[in-house]
């Protein structure tokens, strides 16, 4: 994994990244015009309109009605540039971001649609510059616009931050000049996104709004990290955690409920999550309890679980360790410790001990889980098994160079033996619809099926997983009968 680089100049995209025009662009009415597939004449209109400069080149109009098969006497000559209107905190978002670094905007956007506005002058006095495409001469995701701006601001691609709404424009673009992405969107990134994202790690975050990547900005680039307690470490699960966010599946609200009653009427309520994989746990429980602490050793795991407890309200540290190394202050004491489909990955004795003395006197450990699409026995899986294996050998893999280890002694039994020796099981009936492109997306998260485990054949894998799965789905339906185990452990 290549580290990211420092961050020396942020560019923010502006349609629907800060704002919005309040009207139809030229780029929309030629995309109404003409005969080609919405998104294709959009690609096209884009391409040609927004890095041309009219001044410079009369030839424009007629260029882009050829190419998407309009007359040329159909170019909207009698085109009014709608007006723009930054959303409510958008300037206070970019006065926030210019506090810690220079800042810059980069847009997709046709001299025409520009007419009327002055972008400089509603973001002022917090730009160093605004760039339309128009003037640059190139448009995202064109790698020369992002290295454009980088070098009129004597910076390296490898220094910007671009941060914007569009996978396509803005993602494809920071990721194809050299330069880090910072993607604003609210949906799950679909495998195919997520599949580049994976062939990047560490240059792309994900945030669901402006606030939160304002947050990331600055928890990111300020001299000193108050979020981040320990510097980021990488193990073999680097490039699974963008799909483990999206595609894991998460706790039941049977456990959640079950674990809440725990710190019920407690009025300190300090939950410690061990090996917190993107933050699944603390999530769920972050309405009950006061303060947070997630340990979680890799550091795109810990990335994901950030995006998710940002802005919530409690008090959330994340630790980039191990659950064995973890050290807290001397005074610390949690109430509730959960261990998550992580207990098999630890040493399990020396976890169990030094929680001793991080720990409450009546406080709860409890280890949870439950079995994988590898473990259940349908039809499907079976058959899906039987193609991993064909690819990366009848073992059950467990990362890079590893074959998986069976911990085959129940957990109730290892937490009898411990301090937290008064134990109770728990178990959950889960029923788990799945689809083609969501057990794709899962078995990329996993230690089993992680895409760098399969190489060149990676994509040859894929095809025929999805074959399989589209013909079994169709025959019957991807059902996964599970069972969430809780174990709950306390001092007798």
């Known amino acids: 994994m290549r580290a990211a680089a420092p961050v020396r100049l942020v560019s923010f995209d502006v349609g629907y990244t800060l704002g919005e025009p309040s009207g ?25 309109l927004h890095a041309l400069d009219p001044r410079c080149d009369a030839t424009g109009p007629q260029a882009v009605c050829s190419a998407l098969g309009i007359a040329p006497s159909a170019f909207p000559h009698d085109h009014r540039p709608p007006g723009f209107a930054l959303w409510p905190g958008a300037v206070q978002a970019v006065a926030r971001v210019a506090g810690v670094v220079p800042v810059v905007t980069l847009s997709n956007v046709s001299h025409w649609d520009e007419k009327e ?20 001469g190139f448009a995202k995701p064109d790698a020369r616009a992002v290295q454009t701006v980088a070098r009129l ?16 424009y803005d993602v494809r673009g920071a990721l194809a000049a050299g330069a880090q992405a910072l993607w604003i969107t609210s949906r799950p990134p679909s495998v ?14 994900v945030v669901p709004d402006l606030a939160r990547a304002v947050r990331h900005i600055e928890q990111t680039i300020l001299p000193v990290n108050l979020f981040h307690q320990e510097r980021h470490t990488v193990n073999q699960f680097d490039t699974t955690a963008p799909f483990y966010a999206a595609y894991r599946p998460g706790i039941p609200k049977e456990a959640v409920e079950l674990l809440a009653q725990r710190v019920a009427g407690k009025e300190h309520r300090a939950l410690l999550d061990l090996g917190s994989g993107t933050g699944q746990v603390p999530l769920a429980l972050a309405g009950e309890m006061k303060e947070i ?52 990955w ?67 039994e290892i937490l009898a033996e411990s301090a937290f020796g008064q134990v109770e099981e728990h178990t959950i009936a889960v029923e788990r619809k799945w689809s083609t492109e969501t057990v794709i997306g899962y078995l990329y998260s996993t230690s089993f099926a992680a895409r760098p485990l399969f190489g060149e054949r990676v994509d040859d894998f894929e095809r025929r997983a999805r074959a399989l799965l589209d013909e079994h789905a169709a025959a019957s339906s991807l059902i996964e009968h599970a069972s969430f185990q809780v174990v709950l452990g306390r001092r007798g």
């Open 24 to 48: 139809t662009t030229l780029t929309q009415r030629l995309v109404e015009l003409s005969p080609l597939p919405a998104r294709q004449a959009k690609r096209i209109a884009q391409q040609i």
């Open 117 to 136: 506005t002055d972008v400089a002058a509603l973001l002022a006095p917090h730009l160093r510059a605004h760039h339309p495409s128009w003037k640059l």
């Open 153 to 168: 601001h004597g910076r390296d691609p490898t220094d910007v931050l671009h941060v914007g709404d569009s996978f396509d």
């Open 192 to 205: 195919e996104e997520l599949r580049l994202l994976a062939k990047h790690p560490g240059r792309v975050t």
């Open 293 to 344: 602490d997630v340990v979680e050793q890799d550091a795109g795991m810990l990335g994901e679980a950030e995006k998710v407890l940002t802005g919530l309200p409690v008090t959330a540290r994340l630790h980039n360790t191990s659950a064995e190394e973890f050290t807290p202050p001397a005074s610390y004491r949690a109430d509730l410790v959960t261990v998550c489909r992580a207990f098999h």
């Open 346 to 412: 630890m040493k399990q004795d020396v976890v169990l001990s030094r929680l001793e003395g991080m720990t409450a006197p009546d406080a709860t450990v409890a280890v949870m889980g439950d079995g994988s699409l590898w473990t259940e026995r349908t039809e499907w899986t079976d058959a899906l098994r039987a193609l991993i294996q064909e690819y990366l050998g009848a073992e059950r893999r467990a990362g890079k160079d590893k074959k998986y280890a069976a911990h085959n002694r129940p957990y109730s």
